[in-house]
């Protein structure tokens, strides 16, 4: 075999490997490109359907929060006000959203229900970045159709153009800031604000007090090396709720 012909046969396993190498990242962003694609159709239908029927309308619950916007209007807004009792409920946090809320839009209901759909929005990229932890692989377009078909499911219409039910979206929110704080971050920053997340959670509906015994399977799953720190963050996860 000539020296022409061995320099040509190490030319071209190079050249089929430098082919490869362009090709795989061009793979990469298309596939990114169609997870960001997907996950916005899902969100952006979710979104226009909440505004096109939410209505200006005060219904049930929404009567409750009226007194609290016409203290703040008039000055004499009381911390025992913002702290009632609603049935079993300790509603401070959302509260206090609303009447900022109400004061600035005079009660418009649409701008709660479209914060809330926001909120929900948040809470399904959160609820997305922890299942591709789950996976350990980049997520494809399917699986983000079919989830996101099935988290924004018209089935939860009510809850979805009801103001009063920004708390329920708020502590839906905190429960999976709690569990991405807690499974991926893993600091002790991350672990300082899983406990304000779950105090504001508590302080929002009687659901947020799930995030504790949530909190507490996170810190102690991952039984590994430094068990001790887990066993301290354990005994102030505790102590804090």
Not at 90 to 115: C, E, F, K, S, W
Not at 123 to 131: A, E, G, N, Q, S
């Amino acid at each position: 075999m000539s020296s022409t012909s061995r320099a040509h046969d190490h030319r071209v396993p190079n050249a089929r490997v430098r082919g490869d190498g362009q090709t795989r990242p061009l793979a990469d962003r298309v596939g990114a490109i169609s997870v960001i694609a997907s996950i916005c159709v899902v969100t952006a239908l979710y979104l226009l359907f909440v505004i096109h029927y939410s209505v200006n309308a005060l219904n049930l619950d929404d009567w409750t929060v009226i007194p609290l916007i016409h203290a703040e209007l008039h000055g004499h807004l009381s911390l025992s006000a913002l702290w009632a009792q609603h049935n079993e409920n300790r509603m401070l946090v959302p509260n206090l959203i609303v009447i900022v809320l109400g004061v600035a839009t005079h009660d418009d209901t649409r701008v709660t229900v479209l914060l809330s759909a926001t909120i929900f929005v948040a809470t399904f990229l959160l609820f997305l970045k922890l299942f591709r932890s789950y996976l350990d692989r980049p997520l494809s377009p399917l699986p983000v159709l079919v989830l996101g078909a099935v988290w924004f499911s018209v089935a939860d219409l009510e809850n979805a153009l009801w103001a009063f039910q920004l708390a329920w979206y708020l502590i839906l929110l905190l429960l999976f800031v709690v569990l991405y704080l807690l499974l991926i971050r893993r600091s002790r920053i991350a672990f300082s604000l899983a406990l304000v997340a779950s105090v504001a959670a508590s302080y929002s509906s009687v659901q947020g007090l799930e995030l504790w015994p949530v909190g507490l399977v996170c810190i102690l799953w991952p039984m590994a090396p430094r068990l001790w720190l887990r066993s301290r963050r354990m005994f102030i996860w505790l102590g804090s709720g």
